[in-house]
């Protein structure tokens, strides 16, 4: 089982949706990642959390350590924001990241 | 681009052919990292760099050997590969190790024949 799990593993919306992924991790943590993987394969990293809420334009995140999870939201979906959307934490053994699988987004116009 | 390079894009290779991934940076990062990615399996830390030394060898078999010349260049010697092998490789680099500011290469695609 891994350590970081992700939810949905896939999401198709219609634009201007507003969009929920989940990321549940099993490990204590000092910090979580969002990170988002174009076709083609490179990642930029959107968000790093060690708690509560942070907002970049249409994007949101928010973390709750005790509850162990985090969402991601885009408000106003748009087809460029299709893309896979990956949650990673640090913790446990060092030099670490773990990954969750990733959730891939479809947006269609 | 995001700072971190990475050549070839793609790359198609024998299983008895020696190649080399390699990976640059200058962004001023003292901490570089290989990650794999293979289908519908999570990133998988391979290897990394603190300062040019070797600090994290994730159990990755011997066909797979880096290299870190200096601060800004990372390389990762193939030799001998398996099909099983075929993935995305990617390489980061963070300000030092640690939980922070991570910048990711567009990565590989290598594929094994």
């Known amino acids: 089982k891994n350590e970081v799990e992700q939810s949905p593993q896939n999401l198709t919306a219609q634009e201007g949706e507003f969009i929920t992924i989940n990321c549940s991790y099993s490990v204590g943590i000092s910090a979580l990642h969002w990170l988002q993987q174009h076709p083609g394969g490179g990642i930029v990293s959107l968000f790093m959390l060690s708690s509560g809420k942070k907002k970049h334009g249409r994007l949101i995140a928010t973390i709750n350590i005790q509850e162990k999870h985090s969402s991601l939201h885009i408000t106003a979906s748009h087809p460029r924001d299709s893309a896979v959307y990956i949650c990673a934490v640090w913790g446990g053994s060092n030099y670490k990241l773990t990954f969750g699988k990733g959730t891939l987004l479809t947006v269609n116009p | 681009e995001t700072g971190v390079t990475q050549t070839p894009r793609h790359l198609v290779m024998g299983m008895t052919n020696k190649k080399s991934l390699k990976c640059e940076q200058h962004?001023?990062?003292?901490?570089m990292y290989w990650y794999k990615q293979s289908a519908k399996k999570p990133l998988e830390l391979m290897f990394v760099y603190s300062l040019e030394e070797r600090v994290e060898n994730n159990s990755v078999p011997s066909r797979f050997s880096p290299e870190c010349p200096n601060s800004s260049h990372l390389f990762l010697h193939l030799h001998t590969l398996q099909p099983e092998d075929s993935a995305l490789y990617l390489c980061?680099?963070?300000?030092?190790?640690?939980?922070?500011?991570?910048?990711f290469g567009s990565g590989t695609r290598l594929t094994v024949v």
């Open positions: 962004l001023g990062h003292n901490a």
């Open positions: 980061a680099s963070s300000q030092d190790p640690g939980p922070y500011g991570y910048t």
